[in-house]
């Protein structure tokens, strides 16, 4: 069956992905970051299906799918991020037995390609506690669950940038608790 959804071709796994979806193209253009119209012009075959690597990865991650499976991928230009964090999330995602299309629906019509980036490893789990609470609220998450989360990212994003979390535990701990208390969990 996996060989068989290789020969078809990416505009075709696309339209029957929608339709099997209920996924509107706009909806759809909306997820991927690009218009109506090129979504119409991919999927009528007016255009050639898209070889950017971007917009190929944002259409396998909506579509839960491995870039490698369109025929005109090529290896991405951009770097991809494996982090712990984003693994976290993708796991509380199937954990909750969402799909990514339901997940997706579920933010601001303007936030879903950040989100859709967010997924593929283009962007980092962010660090800004608000963002990161609206998605553990589509998740349904607790406060403590969403800071937990917040608190891992925060010591991955200091740990990056230089901070030895060892030698620095007790400032650290400082700030955590300070933030805590802010939050009021």
């Known amino acids: 069956m996996k060989h068989e959804t290789k020969t078809k071709k990416s505009s075709q796994k696309v339209a029957e992905f ?3 979806n209920s996924l509107h193209k706009k909806d759809f253009a909306e997820m991927i970051g690009v218009t109506l119209s090129y ?5 009528d075959e007016t255009i050639p299906f898209s070889t950017r690597s971007t917009t190929l990865e944002r259409i396998a991650t909506v579509m839960n799918i491995e870039p490698e499976e369109f025929e005109e991928y090529k290896i991405p230009q951009e770097p991809i991020l494996k982090d712990d964090t984003l693994e976290l ?3 509380m995602i199937k954990d909750k037995k969402m799909n990514t299309v339901t997940f997706l629906k579920a933010f601001p019509r303007k936030k ?6 967010m997924l593929r490893g283009a962007y980092p789990i962010p660090i800004d ?6 998605i553990g609220q589509v998740l349904d998450l607790d406060k403590n669950d969403i800071y937990n ?4 990212r925060l010591k ?3 740990e990056t940038n230089g901070i ?3 030698n620095n535990t007790e400032l650290i701990n400082s700030m955590l608790a300070c933030a805590k208390k802010y939050i009021t969990i």
Do not use: A, F, G, T
Not at 112 to 117: A, G, S, T
Not at 129 to 134: D, P, Q, V
Not at 149 to 152: A, L, Q, V
């Open 39 to 43: 979504v119409y012009n991919l999927i």
């Open 18 to 20: 929608l339709e099997k």
């Open 156 to 158: 991955q994003v200091l």
């Open 164 to 166: 030895n979390l060892n």
């Open 89 to 91: 999330l993708k796991s």
């Open 112 to 117: 879903r390609v950040e989100i859709v980036d």
């Open 149 to 152: 989360i917040w608190e891992e």
């Open 129 to 134: 506690y608000k963002e990161l609470s609206m």
